[in-house]
């Protein structure tokens, strides 16, 4: 019997800590085949490729793109990010040139209830530590540039207003990469006329700023600083758009993210190169790494492996109907992640009892993996359902679901990745080879660009959450209105939900159908190119949870991080 998950004693920090790591310079010269020179290291494990090399790569072929998604996530965990650190080291492992592209953990999650995002187990991203904590600066960068711009805002209103910005129309929040419920809301510039005019503003989470957006659309320097000039803010008092550039902040603002939109560079466990850059939230923006990263790397290997955050109702919906559509990129395949422990809590049971077998429980939580791949085939692929082992898995319920799977026409392949690294999801790999060799999938947009607004949110609502329409506010649905009337009808929409369930309610899990999807607000991201649609109860500054994971982290006498997970 194979190794597998909640057998090994050691931490996923500690599995990190304890596994020799090669210099970073080695590694991009060795299976990149980019020097020293084209490198800016911080310190011996990580380092970011320089914009020029990346230019310089830009007429090379791209090598195939593979998309890894999930079913809808549960406290018991489907180890997304930790399959697409296992298949990207299987596919070297099988013989194949390969390369994976990760978001940057938010602080957020680390420090509040999720944890960080560099994998796990013997599938991780290295130095794990670091890579959750701080990185490269990418996103104080982010948060910095974020705001700058709210600070210029607010002291154009201070210093006589030229612009005539109505401050009761000001929509530009403040950011922070933290998890803190307490900014959600807030009331500034008060203490007298000193310290400007007393206005109504919040603070959402560095990851749903429209920046960080801008930031993983970017297709190069020039393009960021046009992107953030297009930033809407506000309005005058007679509705007139005002945008970042006219307060003449977006020069100042690409400054602060010049070095930052450089990949940042790091490993695998195994050696196996990656980057990891960007990082916006699937339930609150769009879900995807950099483009910049992403192109850059199909330019250096055959096989480029990436994800899409939280399910794929989220993140590959969004993955496709805007990162795809923007920039052109389009994945050879896809991989859907799947854990038989997820699939019973779907099915009802309770989470203290998912190490006993539950075939009627699995039954019914089999309706939710139905759902993903019937999506996904909408958009025109069959996935390779990975099937992420763990110990109390048994034989009858793995079988049960590579049944289902079958009988909806797509491969279901166990992976032992978190236990085995490469070695252990070597079927996986072979199975994504031989999926895209074997048939052309082409991607399939879900909607026009011509659509109405309101019309994209319903389409979304109804082909992927399988709701029976969508509830607008009435300012929600004027605002959609004027939008559509001032020329932004084109633009593709991002919803905003929860990410437990196809609903709007993070109870409901399995499969439901019939539900309304209740769209409280709206907001335009002109710059990123795309209208938000926020549903339920959703917030984009979330909150920690009772025990923080903060409270078990800690720096022990030799200066080791312990308690990251």
Known sequence: MPASQHVTPKSDIAISQDTPKRPILDVARDTLGIGADDLEPYGRYKAKISLDRVEALKDRPSGKLILVTAITPTPAGEGKTTTTVGLTDALRHIGEKAMLCLREPSLGPSFGQKGGAAGGGFAQVVPMEDINLHFTGDFHAIGAAHNLLAAMIDNHLYWGNDLGIDSRRVTWRRAMDMNDRALRDIVCSLGGVANGFPREAGFDITVASEVMAIFCLAKNLADLKARLGEIVIGATRDKAPVRARDLSAHGAMTALLKDALAPNLV???????????????????????SVLATTTALKLAD???????????????????????????????????????????????RREDLRSENLPALEEGLSNLRRHVENLQKFGFSPVVAINRFSADTPAEIALVQKACTALGVEAVLADHWAEGGAGAADLARAVVRTVNGSAQKLKLLYPDEMPLVEKIRTVAREIYRASDIALDAPVAEQLAAWQAAGHGRLPVCIAKTQYSFSTNHEIKGAPTGHIVHVREVRLAAGAGFVVAICGDMMTMPGLPKVPAATAIDVLPDGRIVGLF
Request: neutral net charge.
């Open 267 to 289: 490993q695998t466990l195994e050696g196996t190169p990656a980057f990891v850059h960007g990082g916006p939230f699937a339930n609150i923006a769009h879900g995807c790494n």
């Open 303 to 349: 096989w480029v492996v990436t994800e899409a955050g939280f399910g794929a109702d989220l993140g590959a919906e969004k993955f496709f109907d805007i990162k795809c559509r923007k920039t052109g990129l389009e994945p050879a395949g896809v991989v859907l992640v799947a854990t038989v422990r997820a699939l019973k809590m779907h099915g009802g049971v």
